[in-house]
Each structure stands twice: as structure tokens, then as C-alpha cells.
T-cell receptor, first 111, second 112 residues
Framework: TQLLEQSPQFLSIQEGENLTVYCNSS?????LQWYRQEPGEGPVLLVT?????EVKKLKRLTFQFGDARKDSSLHITAAQPGDTGLYLC???????????FGTGTRLKVLA | DVKVTQSSRYLVKRTGEKVFLECVQD?????MFWYRQDPGLGLRLIYF???????EKGDIPEGYSVSREKKERFSLILESASTNQTSMYLC???????????FGPGTRLLVL
């Protein structure tokens, strides 16, 4: 069974700090997605990574896909209160239409 | 931009009522999905559809049914709502199998 484990589960930091969120699996994924979800809203896609070792940047957010395509990380530089939300990683399961989702990291950035 | 819309943001229903949740996507995507999201349980797949009139059960289909009569529209039906179906319901779509999923804003359903 493919699983995606995220760490940490909860993170509360001050504005301006840096942080990294991890998404790990023992299985290989063809791609991984990162979403941010704000309270009462649906997840919004941030990025898709598809190539092992790939690094993508979205303003202050840097996403990396592991060389073996089993893990990914999200690094936020100089966090702002607007970064507050639930961060989810997700990936397609082998040979099916189904996606699996990580357990999520709930981030709170204090002003 | 991909747009997935859901018919209601908030719904309050009584136990035993039949409930319809509608989802529409405007990007000609082949696949559509219904999830529910509960604290501590994450997103769980209820049903998905990979073509018009085609559907497959997800991980928690009990108490739910779906309908996909047109490519852009996927409906989730609670035949007889129960209090344990109080949840956030999320619809998603993707172009092809294993492609990125795009989500709607969600429907928060309260069953009294």
C-alpha cells in the first residue's frame, strides 16, 4: 500500500522565519503535487514535480523532488501570515485513477 | 485556468433527507472525484468517474451514490443523510489518469 507521510504535523512560527515541510514514502511516485488549503476552502494546487531531483520555485516557496522520486520537500523562506494553511502532498497510485494524500502539515505564521 | 465549482458552500439537512451535491468543471477533464475531509482522517475518496456514465467506488462509498450524465458534471447523492455524514465534501477533476487533480471550493454539510 502506498503511503505519504508528512512532517511535521503542526508548525507555529514567527513571521520572517524559514521552514521546511517533508513528504516521505517508501514507494516511487511518477509525480507529486503540493497543495495549500485554507480553512473552509478546497485545496489549491501549488506545484507538480515530475522528475527526480527537480527543484521548482514559486516566489518564496521552493519545492524539491527526491532523486529516487520517493520524497519531496517544501521550503518557505521568510514566512508571512498569508502562508498560514494546511499543506498537503499528493501523488497518483500505480496503475489506478486514485490519488493518495499525505496527512498534512498545518502551518501557522504569527505576525 | 481550470475551474471546478460546487453548487453550495454550506448546506444544513435533516437526518433521512436525500441530499444532492453538484460539481461542474469547465476544462473538459475526463476524470472527476468526490472526497470527504474530516479532522484527523484527511481526504478520503468516495467515488470517482473516468468517463460519462462510468463510475467506480472509492474507499468509503457506503451511503453514497453518484451520477455523471454529462462530461462536465458529477453529482454526489446521499440517499438518506445521517449525522455521520456531516463533513467537508470536495470535488476534483483531472485531465487523464494520474494527472494532477484540481479541486473545487468544497461544500460543508451539516446533518442534524
Amino acid at each position: 500500500t502506498q503511503l505519504l507521510e508528512q512532517s511535521p504535523q503542526f508548525l507555529s512560527i514567527q513571521e520572517g522565519e524559514n521552514l521546511t515541510v517533508y513528504c516521505n514514502s517508501s514507494s516511487v511516485f511518477s509525480s507529486l503535487q503540493w497543495y495549500r488549503q485554507e480553512p473552509g476552502e478546497g485545496p489549491v494546487l501549488l506545484v507538480t514535480v515530475v522528475t527526480g531531483g527537480e527543484v521548482k520555485k514559486l516566489k518564496r516557496l521552493t519545492f524539491q523532488f527526491g532523486d529516487a522520486r520517493k520524497d519531496s520537500s517544501l521550503h518557505i523562506t521568510a514566512a508571512q501570515p498569508g502562508d498560514t494553511g494546511l499543506y498537503l502532498c499528493a501523488g497518483p497510485t500505480s496503475g489506478t485513477y486514485k490519488y493518495i494524500f499525505g496527512t498534512g502539515t498545518r502551518l501557522k505564521v504569527l505576525a | 485556468d481550470v475551474k471546478v465549482t460546487q453548487s453550495s458552500r454550506y448546506l444544513v439537512k435533516r437526518t433521512g433527507e436525500k441530499v444532492f451535491l453538484e460539481c461542474v468543471q469547465d476544462m473538459d477533464h475526463e476524470n472527476m472525484f468526490w472526497y470527504r475531509q474530516d479532522p484527523g482522517l484527511g481526504l478520503r475518496l468516495i467515488y470517482f468517474s473516468y468517463d460519462v456514465k462510468m463510475k467506480e467506488k472509492g474507499d468509503i462509498p457506503e451511503g453514497y451514490s453518484v451520477s455523471r450524465e454529462k462530461k462536465e458534471r458529477f453529482s454526489l447523492i446521499l440517499e438518506s443523510a445521517s449525522t455521520n455524514q456531516t463533513s467537508m465534501y470536495l470535488c476534483a477533476s483531472s485531465l487523464f489518469e494520474q494527472e494532477t487533480q484540481y479541486f473545487g471550493p468544497g461544500t460543508r454539510l451539516l446533518v442534524l
